[in-house]
C-alpha cells in the first residue's frame, strides 16, 4: 500500500512505533505529531498499538480516531485472527513468553469484533515519500512481521531486506528499540517505541521525525525522546492485575526480561542514548548511523604471539589432554557449497586438506585402539564428508571397532546419492551412527546468505529424509542473524514441528548454535588466572578430549591438529601421531577465546 500521491506533499514525517496499549503515551506521541505541524496523513505507526498496557480498545480508538496510518503487527495480526499468543516467537517457557500471556488475554477480552476486522485490514507495507526519497515501512522486517531487528543485527542481514524492497529505505519497529543505519546508500529506520521505554534507564520513550533535507535525494533524520504520564498508565496497569514488570518498566526505563535481545543490546541495558540523528544523503559515500556506532575494536597485533605468555606478560593458558574422547578425520575441504563464511574456508575449488583415504585414516584408529581405550567417538568433517569416495568405508571401519561415528554434512546432493548404503551402515549399528546437518537458520532466505542460492530446500529434504529413516540426528546452526538465541532456538522448534523433525531445538546438543568468529576483532588473552575468574574448567574445552587428523595438500602422510577450527594454523599441529598429538596446547589465538572459553562452543555429539 502506498500513501496517495495527492496527500503525501514532500514534507515532514512523524513516526512512532508500539503503542502497548498505553494511552498516555500514545495520546502524547499524537500530540506532539500535532505540535510539530504534521498532519495525520504525514503520521506513520509501525504498528502493535496493543500489547502491556491496560487500555487495548482505547489506543486502537484513538489512533483509529486520529486518522494517522498504521500497519499491521504482529499483535494485530494475532488477534485479529483469534490466536492465544502474541505471535513474537517467545521461546516456549522464557520470561518474555509467560508475561505476554497475561497481557494478551487482558487485550482479547476488550477487544471486539469491529477492532479486530480493522486489525485484519491493516496493511503489511506501506511506502511514503520524503526528501525525494520512497521508504517501505513495514513492523518487523520486510517479509516477516515478528522479525526481530536491532541495532547489532549484521548489516548483511539487513541489506538482504533493503535490497528485495525495491525502495531507499525500510522503516520497521518490532524490536522495541529506536536506531538508525545507512547500509549501501540505502536506510534502515527504527522510530522506537511509545508504549515502553528503550530498556535505557529512562521512563522517555521514543518516536522520530524525517524532514526533507538540504541536498536533493536526502533526508533529515532526527530520533527524539517522548515525555508523558507514564505514572497514570502504570497505575492502570497495577488495577488491571497485568504484570508487575511491565508496570515498574514504565518508570524504571527497564525491561523485566531482556530474552529477546542479542548479547550487544543486553549489554547497553540502563544506558542511557541522548536524542541525536544525522543527515541521509541516498547517494553519498558516508554511512551515517544513530546512535553513533564504531566498528568493533581491532585485535592489537601484540597478542596472541607468545605460547608461553601473553601481551601483559602474564603465564598463557594451556589445556592438557585429559582423556582423548573424539577423534576428528578432517575428509578434505572440498565441498559442493561455497559458503559466505565458511569456519574453515571449504569450497568446491579449496582442496588445501586433500581426501585423506580408509588406509590413512584406519592407521590412527589402530594407534587409539592401542593407547586410548577410552576413544568412543569417530567425527567426521570437510568440507563436505560426502564427497570423499572412502568416506562410507571410513565409517564403517570406525563403526566395526566399536565405537561412535558422527558425520558433519549439509545433507545435500553429495548424501543424498548415497542413501542405500548409508541406510544398510544405519540397518547394522543403529543409533551408532549419526549425523549432524548443518541448517544456518531456520528462514530459508537467511540460510541462502550464508550458504548460497537454493541450498535451503535441498538440505531440508536431506533433513527429512534421514529423519524419516530413523537416524540418529542432530543439527548445526548458525547465530549469525543478529537474533537472541533463544529467538533462534524458538524459530527452530517451529520448522522442525512443521515438518517432523525429531529434534529438540532446546537442547544444546540437538542444535548446536555455532557463534560468528572474527579472528581480527580483540578479544583478551586467557590467562592461567582465567579459570577461577571465569568458573571455566579446563577439562571442559575441545583440546582437552579431542584432536583433528588432516592431510594437507602435498604432504606425505597426515598430520594431528589441536582443534578442528584451525586447520591451517602451524602453531596448532601437534605431530604425526596421537602420541606426539598429546602434548598440552596453549591458547594461543583469538578464537581459543571467543568460540570455547567464552563462547561454550562444542563439537561432539554428547
Given amino acids: 500500500m502506498t500513501i496517495p500521491p495527492d496527500t503525501t506533499p514532500d514534507g515532514p514525517l512523524f513516526l512512532f512505533g508500539g503503542p502497548y496499549s498505553n494511552l498516555e503515551a500514545t495520546a502524547a506521541a499524537l500530540r506532539e505529531a500535532a505540535r510539530l505541524g504534521v498532519p495525520p496523513h504525514r503520521v506513520v505507526c509501525t504498528g502493535d498499538i496493543v500489547a502491556y498496557g491496560a487500555d487495548a480498545k482505547a489506543c486502537v480508538e484513538l489512533v483509529r480516531g486520529a486518522g494517522v496510518h498504521v500497519v499491521m503487527g504482529n499483535c494485530e495480526e494475532q488477534l485479529a485472527a483469534g490466536e492465544e499468543d502474541c505471535g513474537c516467537g517467545f521461546a516456549p517457557g522464557s520470561a518474555c513468553d509467560r508475561l505476554s500471556a497475561a497481557w494478551f488475554a487482558h487485550a482479547s477480552r476488550e477487544l471486539g469484533p469491529d477492532d479486530r476486522a480493522w486489525m485484519a485490514a491493516l496493511p503489511r507495507r506501506l511506502d511514503v515519500a520524503v526528501g525525494g526519497l520512497t521508504l517501505a515501512v513495514v513492523h518487523g522486517s520486510l517479509d516477516h512481521i515478528a522479525r526481530f531487528v536491532f541495532p547489532s543485527t549484521p548489516a548483511r542481514v539487513k541489506a538482504l531486506d533493503l535490497a528485495a524492497s525495491g525502495v531507499d529505505g525500510i522503516v520497521a519497529g518490532h524490536s522495541g528499540l529506536p536506531f538508525s543505519q545507512v547500509i549501501d546508500g ?62 515498574s518498566a514504565l518508570g524504571s526505563g527497564l ?52 605460547g608461553a605468555s601473553t601481551a601483559l606478560g602474564e603465564p598463557r593458558a594451556t589445556v592438557g589432554l585429559s582423556s582423548l574422547r573424539t577423534l576428528w578425520i578432517n575428509t578434505g575441504t572440498l565441498c559442493n557449497l561455497a559458503c559466505a563464511n565458511c569456519y574453515i574456508e571449504s569450497t568446491p575449488r579449496n582442496d588445501r586438506l586433500v581426501y585423506i583415504t580408509a588406509a590413512e585414516a ?25 564427497m570423499n569416495p572412502d568416506l562410507l568405508a571410513m565409517v564403517e571401519d570406525a563403526l566395526a571397532r566399536g565405537h561412535r561415528a558422527l558425520v558433519l554434512t549439509n545433507a545435500m546432493r553429495p548424501m543424498q546419492r548415497l542413501k542405500a548404503p548409508l541406510l544398510a551402515l544405519k540397518e547394522r549399528y543403529g543409533a551408532q551412527l549419526a549425523l549432524r546437518v548443518s541448517l544456518d537458520h531456520y528462514d530459508p532466505a537467511l540460510h541462502e546468505l550464508e550458504r548460497g542460492p537454493r541450498s535451503f530446500q535441498p538440505t531440508l529434504d536431506g533433513l527429512k529424509w534421514l529423519a524419516d529413516q530413523g537416524f540418529a540426528l542432530s543439527v548445526a546452526g548458525r547465530l549469525f542473524s543478529g537474533e537472541a538465541e533463544g529467538v533462534v532456538r524458538a524459530g527452530f522448534a517451529r520448522l522442525f514441528g512443521e515438518h517432523g523433525v525429531p529434534v529438540d531445538a532446546a537442547d544444546p546438543v540437538a542444535l548446536t548454535l555455532f557463534p560468528e568468529m572474527d579472528a581480527g576483532a580483540d578479544m583478551p588473552e586467557i590467562t592461567t588466572a582465567c579459570w577461577g575468574l571465569l568458573g571455566v574448567d579446563p577439562r571442559s574445552l575441545m583440546c582437552a578430549s579431542s584432536r583433528m587428523v588432516v592431510k594437507r595438500k602435498g604432504a606425505e602422510r597426515p598430520a594431528v591438529l589441536a582443534c578442528t577450527l584451525l586447520a591451517y594454523d602451524e602453531r596448532f599441529e601437534l605431530g604425526a601421531t596421537l602420541a606426539e598429538a598429546s602434548r598440552p596446547v596453549a591458547l594461543n589465538h583469538p578464537h581459543c577465546a571467543t568460540f570455547c572459553v567464552l563462547g561454550g562452543a562444542a563439537c561432539s555429539a554428547g
Fill in 186 to 247: 540505502r536506510l534502515w529506520h527504527n522510530p522506537g517505541a511509545v508504549g515502553m521505554p528503550a530498556n535505557d534507564g529512562r521512563a522517555d520513550v521514543w518516536c522520530s521525525l524525517l524532514t526533507p533535507g538540504p541536498d536533493p535525494r536526502s533526508v533529515v533524520v532526527e530520533h527524539r525522546r517522548l515525555e508523558y504520564g507514564w505514572a497514570a498508565a502504570a497505575a492502570k496497569m497495577r488495577a488491571a492485575g497485568l504484570p508487575e514488570g511491565y508496570a
Fill in 255 to 306: 525491561w523485566p526480561s531482556c530474552d529477546v535481545l542479542p548479547p550487544p543490546e543486553a549489554k547497553r541495558t540502563g544506558r542511557t542514548v541522548e536524542p541525536g540523528g544525522f543527515v541521509w544523503r541516498r547517494d553519498a559515500d558516508d554511512a551515517p548511523a544513530w546512535p553513533i556506532s564504531t566498528a568493533a575494536p581491532r585485535l592489537a597485533p601484540e597478542k596472541f604471539q607468545d
Fill in 362 to 386: 584406519g592407521a590412527f584408529l589402530d594407534e587409539a585402539a592401542r593407547d586410548h581405550p577410552e576413544l568412543a567417538e569417530i567425527g567426521f568433517t570437510g568440507g563436505e564428508p560426502f
